[in-house]
């Protein structure tokens, strides 16, 4: 071999070496577009995050998730009426909104995938405000790791689950108010809104009252159910005997009542959700048939001047004898 | 608390009204809770029961059911549920000592009406979900306006795009900015008796009138002749004002305006016209009597959705719409409501209809001599003569008395051609005009008469070669008219919400979430997912392991799915279209057999090498 040979080879290998180098490279970077679809594929199908590799988040960690109302709409809500005031107006909202989609055709959208979604807002709206809806990901920021929330893909067909979830957030909040119905009523938080409330003096104690249990009040309205903190709560043992059981037995029918409706709302909606799909290809078929009539009509329109085009220039063609 | 507004702000604490689907379940099932007021029909019925309590009877009233669920038995005032209380006879009622096991005690009497009361609340619920499953299926498919997703105004209006056929929708004769016409004051009558009417009186109106004011009329059931009368007269007002006279052959359905009234609508079609529930939300019970007198079974009904014979006056001729469901528009075009078939046209018809026979049919084919043949046994093509299209007599049809248009010379000069405008009818009518100018012209190839603008070319192809020859042709573009895409994986999740729905689970919003099989179908109950953590997270490992193979199976299923649908839904659109199809095919090849020029120039005789002319 002579130097003028090795000079050559020698060129010739790292080139080859800056081509592998790319292949490498390009390798790398599938295996991980490969592991990050293959982690969301598999997040959505399961509804978890994967449970190895980049990113992995514990599936129990999600399924698991204690039965109350942290991060919810709910939390920070101690009147039953008010809760359920919360949670009536996030269900009219999305259902609404759902079947005046389902009763608007010219919502629909014809694309594929994300394109064909119609306008959720409402319903996005309503999973953002779900911790259920989040998975946390681990991602990695200058040196090290943080943990942040990606919200769960919502779509059309999304509402079950988002709406279950949902009521779960409100059962769980009603069946905190059970385990604290005391103190609840002891922060008068059982009084059905809109209360005013005021201090009164009665016998040798004085205390913050509902304004229509007492005769004259000491001190200026206030919606504030326990008043300030010179007049606290004043109850007796009746208050106590009539109105826990009677907080409890609310929260009990209210946990019942909102249940079923959910339930007899979600079977009803059923009907219209599983011909949906079938529903916007007809719907999309007759867009697309109408634009063809509309062509065909003015094909027709053009075509009936034909004979007299064809009569026109007797130099291109002949008129027949 | 995720969100910047605090609570108390954002949510003002009054008493909530919506209106959607589940505010009227909610509200609904607040207002009829057990513990709470008994609704107006169970309290009649215990008051009607009580009639026979013990060996007396005893009258009592609403507000005694009210004292016996309080447990206001005895009262200072002395109007507690045992006091003051007289017999059927009228005779003070003596309450007997004693228990509840005691005949005729005070304790017994509260027992017995709220052990009424429960039975009656409980029937009333097992009615409610009985017909929450068949609302869950059937809603979307029943055929009546004024819910959403109408599927068979889809299907129709694609027919009608395609065909120009096909029921159409009528509008309403109303006014606007407020001005009333005599049409939507008796709308108004109606509108106005029915916001008076009680929840229950609501419930008789749309048990009455459901299925139509001329079907009430000729059913003529006599439990319902006193029934909400008022109403009976409002539609039958309206009926005239419409013009409906009860024809059952009638096709078409008017678009009505909405009701006050909470979740009733009011419904007009050609052939009748009545009330109906936007989501029936309960069941309504009327006396019950035993099914023998009305409406009677029959052996032999002529078609599987009604299989009754007609007591009434006037039965309808044709027995395929004599039920409800086969009176309704797309309804009575359904397999349910075809007749059964006596004797096929062109087949030998040897069976006797009682079992399952071979016949051999045969199809005559027509074939015609000479010349193109478009548009075959199409004949929606007529000449303007200043008639209207449509049969003033019967909107949505075409007027009978309509001079159909000569097809050989549907593009002459002066000639007025009318037609719907509709794709088949506009396929027609380009075939026919390209047919009548391709027997009168022969083409000279290579010439684009747009492109020579009506001017003779210097370059005439028999004299010289034209040096832009080619220039103009312009490449074939697709057609900018795609069909719409094959939604293939819309169907396999569609099929699998379905799936999940038959298996008792709610519709999940992601592939794969619904997995099955017998053991497991119960622990897969809405409940589960929801309130219990560990099933869910051992759905989750279940559904790991099963993913695979339910995947493989999908795509197969999905596949099925979308085969059975398109075939039993869309057969009609696509066979208008195969016959669209066919008609464009048929002309161009049916071109080679008109009579076209042979040579390229038939006035100088053949074509020559380029030489200049003088």
């Known amino acids: ?321 | 608390m995720i969100g910047s507004l605090s609570p108390a702000l954002a949510y003002a604490a009054l008493p909530y009204s919506g209106d959607s689907m589940f505010d009227l379940f909610y509200d609904e099932l607040r207002s009829n809770y057990s513990n709470s007021k008994p609704s107006q029909r169970i309290a009649d019925f215990i008051i009607k029961e009580m009639e026979s309590w013990s060996d007396r009877g005893i009258s009592i009233t609403a507000d005694d059911i009210d004292l016996a669920i309080a447990g206001m038995l005895f009262l200072d005032s002395d109007d507690g549920l045992c006091q003051n209380k007289n017999d059927m006879s009228g005779d003070a009622y003596d309450f007997a000592v004693g228990g509840t096991l005691v005949p005729g005690s005070c304790i017994g009497l509260q027992n017995d009406i709220l052990a009424l009361l429960n039975a009656e609340q409980e029937i009333e619920h097992l009615g409610t979900d009985l017909i929450t499953l068949a609302n869950s299926a059937e809603l979307s498919i029943a055929d009546e306006p004024h819910r959403p997703l109408d599927m068979a105004l889809y299907t129709l209006l694609v027919r009608r795009v395609w065909s120009g056929t096909g029921a159409s929708v009528i509008p309403w004769d109303g006014g606007i900015d407020g001005v009333r016409t005599p049409l939507d004051e008796k709308f108004d009558d109606l509108n106005n008796d029915l916001a008076g009417l009680s929840l229950q009186d609501l419930d008789e109106a749309v048990l009455r009138f459901h299925h139509g004011y001329f079907r009430d009329e000729r059913e003529a059931d006599p439990r319902f002749d006193d029934v909400q009368t008022l109403i009976h007269d409002d539609l039958r007002d309206l009926a005239e004002k419409l013009g409906i006279t009860g024809d059952p052959e009638a096709v078409g359905v008017f678009s009505t305006p909405s009701l006050t009234a909470k979740n009733i609508a009011f419904w007009a079609r050609r052939d009748d016209l009545g009330l109906m529930w936007i989501y029936p939300s309960h069941v309504f019970r009327m006396e019950i009597k035993v099914a023998d007198e009305y409406p009677e079974m029959v052996d032999d009904g002529d078609n599987l959705a009604y299989p009754f014979g007609y007591e009434g006056s006037s039965p309808p001729s044709a027995l395929g719409i004599a039920s409800p469901l086969c009176s309704r528009m797309l309804g009575r075009e359904g397999y349910l409501c075809r007749p059964m078939p006596k004797t096929v046209e062109n087949c030998d018809n040897t069976g006797d209809g009682s079992s399952i026979t071979l016949v051999k049919c045969s199809e005559e084919v027509t074939t015609t001599e000479s010349g193109p043949l478009i548009c075959p046994g199409f004949e929606n093509l007529f000449m303007d003569t200043g008639l209207p299209l449509e049969d003033p007599a019967d909107p949505g049809h075409l007027n009978p008395a309509l001079t159909k248009a000569d097809y050989a010379k549907i593009c002459s000069p002066e000639r007025k051609i009318m037609y719907q405008d509709d794709i088949t009818s506009n396929a027609c009518y380009i075939a026919l005009c390209l047919q009548q100018s391709m027997s009168g012209h022969t083409l000279v190839p290579n010439r684009n008469p747009v492109a020579i603008n009506e001017a003779t070319s210097p370059y005439l192809a028999c004299i010289r070669p034209d040096p832009q020859l080619g220039l103009y042709t312009e490449i074939a573009e697709d057609s900018p008219y795609p069909l719409p895409e094959y939604l293939g994986q819309f169907l396999v999740r569609d099929f699998e919400r379905q799936y999940c729905a038959k298996n008792g689970d709610a519709p999940q919003p992601l592939f794969g979430l619904c997995g099955y099989n017998d053991n497991e179908n119960a622990s897969f109950g809405i409940d589960n997912p929801l309130m219990n953590s560990n099933v869910t997270s051992d759905l989750h490992i279940r559904l790991q392991e099963r993913g695979a193979e339910f995947n493989a199976i999908a795509a197969s299923i999905g596949q099925r799915v979308a085969l059975d649908q398109s075939i039993e839904l869309e057969r009609k659109m696509f066979a208008r279209l195969a016959h669209f199809i066919q008609h464009i095919a048929d002309l161009f090849l049916q071109l080679e057999r008109a009579p076209l020029t042979q040579s390229a120039c038939p006035w100088t005789g053949m074509f020559r090498s380029s030489e200049p002319s003088s």
Request: proline share 4%; aromatic share 6%; with cysteine.
């Open chain 1, 1 to 321: 071999m002579t130097i003028r040979d090795f000079i050559i080879t020698g060129w010739h290998d790292g080139r080859r070496m800056v081509v592998r180098h790319r292949i490498l490279v390009l390798t790398i970077i599938v295996m991980f577009a490969a592991a990050g679809s293959s982690r969301f594929v598999r997040g959505n199908i399961l509804g978890t995050g994967s449970s190895g590799g980049l990113g992995n988040s514990s599936s129990s960690e999600q399924s698991l998730r204690a039965c109350d109302s942290k991060d919810t709409r709910f939390e920070d809500v101690q009147n039953i009426d008010e809760l359920r005031n919360i949670y009536r107006q996030g269900m009219t909202a999305v259902v609404s909104e759902r079947e005046k989609i389902l009763k608007t055709p010219s919502l629909w959208k014809c694309g594929l995938g994300a394109a064909g979604e119609p306008p959720i807002a409402e319903l996005r709206a309503l999973a953002a405000d779900i911790p259920g809806w989040h998975y946390r990901v681990d991602t990695s920021f200058l040196f090290g790791a943080v943990t942040v929330p990606v919200q769960r893909p919502v779509t059309f067909a999304s509402f079950a689950s988002i709406v279950a979830e949902f009521q779960r957030g409100y059962e769980c909040k009603l069946s905190e108010l059970q385990d604290r119905n005391l103190a609840e009523v002891a922060l008068n938080n059982d009084i059905e809104k809109p209360a005013q409330f005021c201090c009164v003096t009665a016998g040798d104690s004085q205390g913050c009252r509902e304004q229509a249990d007492v005769g004259i009040c000491e001190t200026p309205l206030t919606t504030n159910p326990a008043c300030n903190e010179q007049c606290p709560v004043l109850l007796y043992m009746s208050d106590l005997a009539r109105r826990v059981p009677a907080l409890h037995q609310n929260a009990l029918d209210e946990r019942e009542i909102s249940r079923v409706a959910m339930e007899r709302m979600l079977s009803t909606m059923r009907s219209f959700e599983v011909n949906y799909a079938v529903a916007r290809q007809f719907v999309c078929y007759q867009r697309a048939s109408l634009d063809l009539k509309n062509e065909m009509s003015l094909l027709a329109d053009a075509v009936s001047c034909m004979p007299k085009i064809w009569d026109a220039v007797t130099s291109i063609h002949d008129k027949k004898q």
